[in-house]
């Protein structure tokens, strides 16, 4: 363990990056008796204002006793007024951003939503890994699973399988020089919810070249082009914003 202390360190200092990313993971046969689910992946390009309010902003979710909209939610009666409803704090002007589909698919055999949730997460985050010129960057990744959520900003988690996503996700920062963070939403406005249930057509924010031929077909076709390629066209003439 002795020898691994030089690597305990963090630079607060990296610039963010000028993209905002999400993933979302789809539960076995959420599509059919036969679907092992699937994920999503998307990002949205973010002004320096808005990469500044999310930097700023709280990753830990705010609650309240009623749900956004006044409604009281499933329970007509509430035993007492404590806050249990939770919300994101991060600025809503990036939900109405427009939103690309960078990744898309379905995973090759069926397990638990927070297995699939933490997979997504750092399948994000090993895809930017390999283009040298995301390195020495923060970057941010929205989770609406609050148990992946929450392993992955802490870095560990009790359960097996989920420690062993924060492990390569560790792995992962620390071979690219990231810093990378998982803000939770409500799954209302997590924008790859549309990304991993293949619901293309009413998904404003995904480019024609990229939906499905059969919106809605539990086995879309592959992206037309790379998720590092995607990446790389953003990252071109955007400076870096610091926080």
């Known amino acids: ?32 008796s036969s679907d092992p689910g699937g994920f999503g992946i998307v990002a949205t390009t973010l002004t320096k204002t808005q990469a500044l309010d999310v930097w700023r902003s709280s990753f830990t979710p705010g609650k309240t006793v009623t749900k956004l ?30 939103w690309q589909v960078l990744s898309f698919g379905n995973w ?8 699939g949730e933490a997979r ?18 923060r970057f941010a990744v929205l989770q609406d699973n609050m148990p992946t959520a929450a392993a992955m900003n802490k870095g560990r988690a009790c359960a097996p399988l989920l420690n062993y996503y924060c492990r390569r996700r560790a792995a992962t920062n620390l071979a690219a020089n990231f810093m990378s963070a998982a803000p939770w ?5 997590q924008p790859a919810d549309a990304a991993s249930r293949n619901m293309f057509k009413d998904y404003h924010g995904a ?25 790389q066209e953003s990252f071109v003439g955007v400076p870096n914003i610091h926080h």
Not at 12 to 30: C, E, K, Q
Not at 125 to 137: E, F, M, N, V, Y
Request: some cysteine; glycine content about 6%.
């Open 1 to 32: 363990m002795s020898s691994l202390l030089c690597f305990m360190n963090v630079n607060l200092t990296l610039p963010a990056a000028p993209l905002l990313f999400a993933t979302d993971a789809r539960g076995p046969s959420d599509l059919g």
């Open 69 to 98: 909209d006044g409604s009281m939610g499933r329970l007509s009666v509430r035993a007492s007024m404590k806050p249990t409803i939770p919300f994101t704090r991060l600025p809503s002007s990036i939900f109405t951003n427009k």
């Open 108 to 115: 090759k055999f069926a397990d638990h939503i927070t297995a």
């Open 120 to 137: 997504a997460h750092w399948k994000c985050i090993q895809c930017l890994a390999s283009r040298p010129d995301t390195h020495s960057h």
């Open 185 to 189: 939403v409500q799954t209302g406005l």
């Open 207 to 231: 480019a024609p070249e990229h939906w499905p031929e059969a919106h809605g077909s539990p086995c879309p076709p592959k992206i037309s082009r790379p998720f590092t390629s995607a990446v």
